[in-house]
C-alpha cells in the first residue's frame, strides 16, 4: 500500500469507519512509516480537538443552513436550535421531528431521497470494490478455479449461499472469491477474468438491485448490470466490453440454480 | 483553561472558513457523530466522495491551524519565562 493511497484511510482509521482487514492494512503499514505514523497523530489530534467540543458554537448555522438547503426554503424557528445540536445521530434526525408541518416535511423528503439513492449508492460501491480489488493483493480471498472449493468458503461468512459456477468452458475463467463489504454488509464476490479483463460478481440478498430484468449501466467507465434472481440480489462490475458483460450474465443467470421460493 | 479556550476559537473560525462541502463534511462527521454513510445520504454524494471530502477537509484544516500557530507565536504574548525584554 502506498502513502498517497493510505491517506483517505488513515482518516476511515480515525473515524471507525474501517473494516479488520483494512485497519489492520493500514496500522501495518503506519508501524513501518514515520511520514504516515505523524500524519496519523496529527489528524487523531485534531479529531480530539474538535470531538471535545471545539466546534460546538458554530456548527448550528452550518447544519442549519445545510438543512435549509437541503428543503429548499427558509425554515427558521421550525425547530428549535438545541433540538438540532446534541451530538448524536439520533437527536440530529430527532430535530426533524419537533413537531411542525415543515420539519415533517423536511423529514420525508429526507428519506424519499435516501431510498431512491439507495440502488445508485450500492452502484457507487460496487465499483469502487471492483477498482479497490484490483488492487494488489486484493482480488481473492480463495483463489482457485474449482467451484466446489470457493462455494463452501462463503460459509459462516456471509449470510447467503452464493452460486458458485464454473464457466470456464465459456471462456469466463473462474478465478476465486472474496468477502467484500457493500453499504456496510459482507457480501459474496466472485472473481472471474476474460483474457485481461476482471469481473466482480456481487452476491448478497439485499443489495439494491430490485428488479428481475437486468439493468445496465455504466459508471467511471466500468460495465455494471444488477438484477434480483430467486431472492438474491446480484451486482457485476468489469470494463470488459458492454456486449460480453451481457453474455456474461445471461450465463449466470441461466446457471443459477432455482430454489422452489424463487419470485 | 485559556489555551484550551483560545484552540477553540481558532478551530471554530479555521472550520467556519473551509468551502462549504468540506465544512459539511467536517461538522456532520465531528460535530453529530454521523457514520460515513450517513454523511453521504444527509450530502447526497457517494461514500466514496465522503471519504476524500473529509481527508482533504481535515489536511486543510491542519496546514491553516499550522499557518495560525506559526503567526500566533510570532506576535502572540511570550509565555516563558524570563524571555521578557
Redesign the interface.
Known amino acids: 500500500m502506498k502513502c498517497d493511497e493510505l491517506e483517505v484511510l488513515l482518516h476511515a482509521l480515525i473515524d471507525g469507519e474501517l473494516d479488520a482487514g483494512h485497519a489492520h492494512d493500514v496500522e501495518m503499514h503506519v508501524a513501518g512509516c514515520s511520514a504516515c505514523a505523524a500524519q496519523l497523530a496529527s489528524y487523531r489530534a485534531m479529531h480530539g480537538v474538535m470531538g471535545g467540543g471545539a466546534l460546538k458554537e458554530t456548527a448550528p448555522a452550518h447544519l442549519r443552513s445545510r438543512i435549509e438547503a437541503l428543503v429548499a426554503a427558509p425554515a427558521p424557528r421550525v425547530v428549535s436550535m438545541r433540538g438540532f445540536f446534541k451530538p448524536t445521530r439520533r437527536s440530529f434526525f430527532g430535530g426533524f421531528a419537533l413537531g411542525s408541518a415543515l420539519s415533517a416535511a423536511v423529514a420525508a423528503s429526507l428519506v424519499l431521497t435516501v431510498i431512491r439513492r439507495d440502488e445508485q449508492a450500492v452502484a457507487d460501491e460496487v465499483v469502487s470494490a471492483h477498482i479497490r480489488s484490483l488492487q494488489p493483493g486484493h482480488l481473492m480471498d480463495v483463489a482457485t478455479s474449482d467451484q466446489h472449493t470457493v462455494k463452501p468458503w462463503f460459509n459462516g461468512r456471509v449470510d447467503v449461499a452464493p452460486p458458485v459456477i464454473d464457466l470456464t468452458a465459456e471462456s469466463f475463467t473462474l478465478l476465486g472469491g472474496r468477502l467484500d463489504y457493500i453499504d456496510g454488509e459482507p457480501v459474496a464476490a466472485i472473481v472471474y477474468q476474460r483474457r485481461k479483463h476482471m469481473i466482480n460478481l456481487f452476491v448478497a440478498q439485499h443489495l439494491g438491485a430490485r428488479h428481475a430484468r437486468t439493468v445496465a449501466e455504466s459508471i467511471q467507465g466500468y460495465n455494471v448490470r444488477h438484477w434480483s434472481q430467486d431472492g438474491l440480489d446480484f451486482w457485476v462490475v468489469s470494463d470488459l466490453a458492454g456486449d460480453e458483460l451481457d453474455e456474461f450474465v445471461q450465463k449466470i443467470a441461466s446457471a443459477v440454480p432455482r430454489s422452489s421460493s424463487a419470485s | 483553561m485559556i489555551l484550551q479556550q483560545q ?2 476559537a481558532t ?2 473560525r479555521l ?2 472558513e473551509l468551502p462549504a462541502p468540506f ?2 463534511a ?13 454523511i ?3 450530502a ?1 454524494v ?3 466522495t465522503v ?2 471530502r ?2 482533504r477537509a ?2 486543510m ?2 496546514s491553516a ?1 499550522n499557518a495560525s500557530e506559526n503567526t500566533t507565536v510570532r506576535s502572540g504574548p511570550a509565555t516563558a519565562s524570563g524571555t521578557a525584554p
Do not use: C, F, H, T
Request: aromatic letters at 6%; hydrophobic letters at 45%.
Open positions: 484552540d477553540s478551530i471554530r472550520v467556519a465544512r459539511e467536517i461538522v456532520l462527521r465531528e460535530i453529530n457523530d454521523l457514520s460515513y454513510k450517513d453521504a445520504e444527509v447526497g457517494p461514500v466514496g471519504m476524500s473529509l481527508a481535515r489536511a484544516l491542519r491551524w
